[in-house]
């Protein structure tokens, strides 16, 4: 044998090299049968959506299908109505364009499992953000304006809006003695006319800065009652917060607030009454040079807890 | 020759068919298949808890969708077991028994069950052949099965007349045939006196092959269930045991006009298999033959190939009705695939229906004498012959 040291080739050379193209196009149907018929029937017409359920293992299929391939029985007969809501059990963003598909890209394709059922099946889901989107997450069906007998009857998946979109405050098992906030608001004599009108308290000591002079104060001042109304964002929005039921709030006055003046309104809990799950919180009212404006105390029923 | 060697027996206990219909509409492909899958369980007293391997075929190109095996273990059963799938295409059918048979004669599996299946009105059988076509391999355009070649061939031969009738005569034995089988798709009810006026009137297809002539496309499902000889005698009191079988096929055109000289892969196939089993006047040797007739034109003329026939012998079996079901030499009593023709399921068809007259199952169309040897042959593009011999008796090792 010649063990002479072969040359290998190192580069491609492609010159002279033809490529032929070719093209595909087959044409094709596809018969849904008795099962998968009844199944497109029942959301084009109803706009619901069925399963079959093998009795043996007790296992749903959606879409349908009329044999279980592990227990091996005809489950043909089997409907079962299911809601029209799911969990996603895995996606996947389709950020390529090809012209076969359904909507225009980028879009999320996802499996959905529905409530009630065992398989999850494919579909389209809108209405959350790409990076949003996560396995486990709770959609609904969505249907088509106009039927298509498919599976396209069902438009889209979109997210469910699960309980409240905005955020409770404290519950009771969440507060502490000590836990303090507050509102700060500079009074002006546009709030004051308001608040007049509000209340009906048109006394010229709010009123009529002449008249303002001869009292004890010498020019206007503004409502009692205007400054302590500002606890209500601080129980209402903010400590508790959203959710909050006030019982009682007392106010014993201090100091006058005069126009211009800006009041900071503080709140902060003393005493929680584990019996009636409420809360006695003590108030403060304080002007811009840390006088005290008034004083008092609030009995407040805080938000359930949030599940 | 040199004589092959079996390591076991295998018998074909169990036979299944869908009903073949152009259009099966109430099923999609995995109901169509449990039709069958059940009727072959049934026939061979057994749950899919006795099956070891389920073998799955059918064209992939037909119906367009990948991988049809995974989806289709929701109706064939095959879930937790053994699989396997095959597209020879070819003739699909007939490898499916070829390897179902290997699977259980090399001991691998007791008892496997092979599918195969088709809906053609599902996608573009054509479509899918003449993308076959490709310069740089010589391969010319193609149509399948649709060719106008051999009707050419045989009225050049015989004469125009003589031609004409024995094609149109080959064409209602099948039909009388089919007549007598439930599945069968085309079921025309022609008489033999409609011959001339369907030669004249049934629309031209290519040349003198007619719209008449032509076998159908059709959906369907075919399962045969195939065990151990152990096996196979305690669950059948009369299985059909698989002698031998052989595969041949070659990579060519059917566009050799002219003095070329093709080699039939039919008849070399039936050459070396009768060489090997003693086979020396198939005629008398063997007592029917179900056979993959895609046109009666093809019928009438392979049956000169597979039976190694010379002149004009094949075309005088035609015309003293030697094919008829209670004929000298029945063909295809089934109806044959003029009758029916669900392409990955056809060619199993006829192993199966061969079966079935070995073991006594074919009801309606039962050939009226005992059956101990029954031929059976698979036709695929491109020249691809496969021919499987059963018999009555056990085969001796």
Redesign the interface.
Known sequence: MDHKKREYTMTIDTKDCFTIEGKLALPYQYFAGRTGSRFITSLRDNKKIMGLECKHCNKVFVPPRSTCEVCFEDISENWVDLPNTGIVTGFTIVRYEEPHQPVKPPYITALVKLDKADTPFAHIVKGIPLSKMKTGLRVEAVFAKRTTATIMDIDHFRPIKEGPSFKLGYSYDALEVGMSDSFTKTISETDVYLFAGISGDFNPMHMNEEFAKTTPMGTRIAHGALPQCLIAPVLGMKLPGLGTIALEVTTRFKAPTYFGDTITATGEVVEKLPERRWVRMALTFTNQKNELVAEGSALVLPPPSMP | MKKMKKNRNVGIIGVGQSVFSS??????Q???I?EAVVEALDQAGM??EDIDCVVHGNME?F??VHQPDLWH????????RESLRITTGGTTGATLVCAADALVASGLHEVVMAIGFE?L????TT??IT?MA???WTRKLQTGALTGMTATQVIDEFGEERAKKASMLYRIFMDKHAMKNDKAHRRLGLEFDQADDLAKKSPALVGELRMIHMCSQS?GTCVMIFASEEKARLHCKQPAWIKDHISVHREENFTIFGDALVVSTHRYAAKKLFARNDITDPRKQIDMMEMYDPSSWWGLDWIREFLMLEGDAHIRMVEEGDIAIDGAFPINPSGGVTASNPIGATAMVRVAEAAMQIMGTAGDHQVPKQVNTALASGFGGTMWTVLTLLTREAPEL
Do not use: C
């Open positions: 259009h099966r509409e109430e099923v999609n995995p109901e169509m449990h749950t899919m190109l119906e367009m273990t929701i109706g064939t059963g095959a879930f937790g809906k009105q599902e996608g573009h479509g899918g993308n490709d310069p740089l959906d």
